[in-house]
């Protein structure tokens, strides 16, 4: 059970993405359009949980590769450019 936003839903991800560990998202922040449950339905979720009255969703990871050629997992976002910095002009 992941208690938070989006990012640290996102970071929890990151950290069990090779365990298998399936997340529940409960979201403390303002968005939150990646949690599956709300602050005031944390009671009835984790009963759901408890009772296995519950499905497992699975979530697309695309994976990029990073300029060095080693494959780099996205759970939400990435940005393709050139590998030069960029400054404002």
């Known amino acids: 059970m992941v208690l ?14 090779t365990s298998g560990t399936p997340l529940l998202g409960v979201n403390l922040g303002h968005v939150g359009f990646l949690a599956e449950a709300e602050r005031d339905d944390l ?8 009772e296995r009255r519950h499905d497992v969703e699975e979530r697309m990871l695309a994976v990029v590769a990073e300029v060095d050629g080693r494959p780099q997992p996205v ?3 990435t940005v393709v450019g050139t590998p030069r910095r960029c400054s404002p002009r």
């Not at 936003?5 to 991800?13: D, K, P, V, W, Y």
């Not at 009671?43 to 408890?50: G, N, P, Y």
């Open 43 to 50: 009671a009835a979720t984790v009963d759901r949980v408890v």
């Open 4 to 17: 938070g936003g989006n990012g640290t839903l996102l970071r929890a991800a990151d950290l069990t993405r």
């Open 75 to 77: 759970d939400n976002e």
